[in-house]
């Protein structure tokens, strides 16, 4: 079993409907606090259990208190169960407290047709080996290990303090142990990048805390590397959006995401 | 009392903590279906009235089924009650069928502060006079008669029959009563423009239902003139994102919004 999917599974909590222990693994960690990415493909596994289609198509998660490694229990319910598409939400809990809350929608990716035109051009990256060995965040934490991440030349100026004020960051990216991505690892992935607006020399903290990632999955990727891009646009008085997408080995846009995030102040 | 206040009043109902009584007014309609973003005012109307902070950061809607003009309650929930931030959650439910789920967290726009760059540049509209006196849907439905729009040149091909293939679209925007817009009433503008996917030959339906839109509320407006402009770049077999951005008459970045709807089958 993948490292993923090991930490991301979930046992039936007896004698209540759609609950669920989980187990939070430090081996996502940076700092002492799990990637919410990593909390988020939790909570959205849980609701994959319950509904009945299988793919997340729109996933929007809040990110309440800073959970730590340890026991947790998802408690989960369906808000509307459809044919084509079914909506549910998930509350992860630790110690009587609520710290994440995730809703979703569900539906049959591999079902889907109507019209096609896209427009937006997948990343131009160059090959792995001409990027930076990249560390998903600037403390080199806990969630490196996990992690094959090859980041585009130019967008990691804050390494070396010379900051280009270019708020985007793209880059190659697998999980180190080979596991393939599927729909739901998408939401990790949307969020397991540095921040692209460390690259303004403004922001003086590594520390930009996700408010709320809302991640539509577009289509089922193919195995291998992604590729993906994040750009921030509007850093406003410490808030900030940062907008991702992600592309599969194959060339199809696989999800796009936003996330609203804050700077955190020293 | 402005049309937007007036139809999205809420009363309590008796006996349930956090519950209101609502009434869908016909006046927002789309055909026989009232607005998504009309109906979520109405949520986050409630959801203002149960949190400590007076501001919409981050507001997440997810459309259940299509609601009716008519009588219908609010039911609402704390999620967490923080100092600067909360989360709260409300359900908008008729004939005992809940119709939208609305999850947003409130924070106060007015206290925060913090680093500010901002790329992302106003749209460049001429003035409304040079610009085409919009209808808000192509079917000149009812809630036309409630908006002043102005809609820029080049981006409402698909009235003609003429689509430029091009999925962009901007515009002016106010209520024509001349209420003067606020956060939450930004939720409802981000969903008050025809999709610009329209613009599109392959699509056949002026039906793009939304299924989820998040709204983030970046500042409090200025009285005045709103101006838009909404882009899809990625219809796939169906399914498509629409992101916005709108703008204060003071030249302000007020709301950044994204949407998934699909291309509603014929």
Same mark, same amino acid.
């Given at each position: 079993?993948? %490292?993923?999917? %090991?930490?991301?599974? /979930?046992?039936? /909590? ?9 187990? =939070? ?25 319950? !509904?009945?289609?299988?793919? +997340?198509?729109?996933?929007?998660? &809040?990110? /309440?208190?800073?959970?730590? +490694?340890?026991?947790?229990?998802? @408690?989960?319910? =369906? ?5 084509? &598409?079914?909506?549910? %939400? ?29 427009? !937006? ?15 998903? #965040?600037?403390?080199?934490? $806990? ?7 090859? /980041? ?14 270019? #708020? %985007?960051?793209?880059?190659? =990216? $697998?999980? $180190? ?6 729909? =739901?690892?998408? !939401? ?27 991640? &539509? ?13 994040? @750009? ?21 846009? !696989? ?9 955190? @102040?020293?």
């Amino acid at each position: 079993m993948s %490292e993923l999917d %090991e930490d991301t599974a /979930l046992a039936p /909590l007896g004698g209540a409907a759609g609950a669920f222990r989980a187990r =939070i693994s430090d081996r996502w960690s940076i700092g002492s606090a799990p990637n919410g990415g990593y909390l988020a493909v939790i909570t959205t596994r849980a609701i994959a259990k319950i !509904v009945a289609q299988p793919d +997340p198509f729109s996933v929007t998660t &809040h990110f /309440l208190a800073v959970a730590r +490694p340890g026991e947790a229990e998802v @408690r989960t319910e =369906i808000v509307r169960a459809g044919r084509g &598409h079914s909506v549910a %939400e998930a509350r992860l809990i630790q110690d009587g407290r609520e710290m994440i809350r995730t809703i979703a929608n569900f539906g049959d990716l591999g079902a889907i047709d109507g019209a096609t035109h896209i427009t !937006v051009p997948p990343p131009d990256l160059p090959p792995p080996d001409r990027c930076e060995r990249g560390r998903p #965040a600037p403390s080199a934490p $806990r969630i490196a290990d996990r992690l094959e991440v090859y /980041l585009a030349p130019g967008t990691t100026s804050w390494i070396s303090g010379a900051h280009n004020e270019i #708020a %985007e960051l793209g880059g190659w =990216i $697998r999980l $180190r142990d080979g596991r393939d991505p599927d729909p =739901i690892s998408l !939401v990790f992935f949307a969020d397991a990048f540095p921040p692209p607006v460390l690259n303004l020399a403004k922001v003086r903290t590594p520390w930009v805390p996700t408010i709320e990632l809302t991640v &539509h999955v577009r289509a089922r990727p193919a195995p291998g590397f992604l590729r993906a891009w994040f @750009r921030t646009r509007a850093l406003a008085r410490g808030y900030l959006e940062e907008d991702g997408e992600l592309w599969d080995s194959a060339g199809a846009l !696989v999800a796009m995401s936003r996330q609203l995030a804050r700077i955190q @102040r020293a």
